[in-house]
């Protein structure tokens, strides 16, 4: 039975890393007390050590014990055995190059389908998805694929905002950039605004947080959902 | 003779389609009067014969000609006989992914060598550089290689901008996701803001308009760089 967090962002303004969820995470993860931690997406491209240290200290806090995967011989084998998975923001593509180089995809899908509580935030959120094309991130490896865990039958849009309503930039708007993808692709988009999570538990998906989140999908109009609303219709 | 525009931006705040460098593309085009335009980075997904109109249009102030390069029969040999060409912002990943399926990196990057005047803005920009790893896109279809023209010897990162001051939102910065860049990659990225140009003219590459340009070296402070300086020493 799938137990998973899908969170928008590890950190809030003005709050410390996972801080905003932390009550949260000591109910998810209730059952085990050692999490294995996938540092792969490797944020401002810090260290696997320095970036697991940095998850051990807010999961200090609920007493958890952190284990980054990278510290294990066989990484396969830390995931079948892990009894709770949280893997940590930062570049999309460097961290899906990583599950495919180390040939995680599988046992990642796999291991979290059949029950092992599983954490992502932002990147490893987007990867949740059915493949990587709504990421924010930039392209700096060129991974063997797109595709994604396919935990749930849409995207993610980690990061979502509006745009700047008095800005001279050119660039385009997250919603151009989303309807663009709906140009070529059909699956449905969650733009998870910071602070937001997603539930899924069996087959249930249920917004989580104070905010609404927007969804995107083909050929429709976006439109706004409330939390506490089940979402596992999209696909 | 190499002689390339490589433009941050089509469009300006406030002002119409290529309105801002239409007198730099007069004389940059002086020797002819038809434009081979490639549509296929389709800007908020619109069709290439609508996108071509828009280009007609803003060359039109100027007479010239402007012909969609998915009108002709073989784009190669279209590539080949061109005057001048032009290819335009939307969708780098859509773009690159194009020019693979037509088998077009090839034929390009030996035209433009030999002295064909090439005009890019935005993804047509980035094109320009070593790769597509510094695009600003979303990657909504998966290309075949990130690889790109390789016509300059770094990197371009177009529409560059500082962060939101008093921003909280908590999504990297351009220059975070630069400096990411910089953890798995070598190359130099030249920051190009809206507004801004390169010129690159046989050996020498020098920033155009009245804004200064923002160069990331691996291993650097990022630093910047004034109109008229030459920048073909980075590599």
Not at 72 to 87: M, R, S, W
Request: aromatic share 10%; with cysteine.
């Amino acid at each position: 039975m799938k137990n998973i967090l899908i969170a928008s962002t590890s950190t809030i303004h003005g709050s410390g890393y996972l801080e905003y969820i932390l009550d949260e995470l000591a109910m998810f993860f209730k059952d085990t007390q050692e999490i294995l931690f996938i540092p792969y997406a490797r944020p401002s491209g810090i260290s696997h050590d320095n970036y697991t240290k940095t998850a051990q200290t807010a999961f200090s806090k609920i007493n958890k014990k952190v284990n980054g995967i990278h510290t294990y011989e066989n990484p396969v084998i830390a995931i079948e055995k892990a009894k709770g998975i949280f893997v940590g923001g930062g570049n999309t593509f460097v961290l899906i190059h990583m599950l495919y180089k180390n040939g995680l995809i599988g046992v990642l899908n796999k291991t979290v389908t059949n029950g092992t509580p599983y954490l992502g935030t932002s990147a490893g959120s987007n990867i949740c998805g059915l493949n990587i094309k709504t990421t924010n991130d930039m392209p700096i490896v060129y991974p063997p694929s797109f595709d994604a865990l396919k935990l749930v039958p849409f995207n993610i849009n980690p990061h979502f905002l509006e745009p700047e309503s008095n800005s001279k930039h050119m660039g385009e708007s997250r919603e151009t950039r989303i309807k663009e993808f709906h140009k070529f692709n059909t699956q449905p988009v969650v733009g998870l605004r910071e602070g937001s999570w997603l539930h899924v538990k069996s087959d249930a998906i249920t917004l989580r947080g104070n905010l609404t989140a927007r969804i995107f999908e083909v050929n429709k109009t976006p439109y706004e959902i409330d939390p506490e609303i089940d979402i596992s219709h999209l696909k």
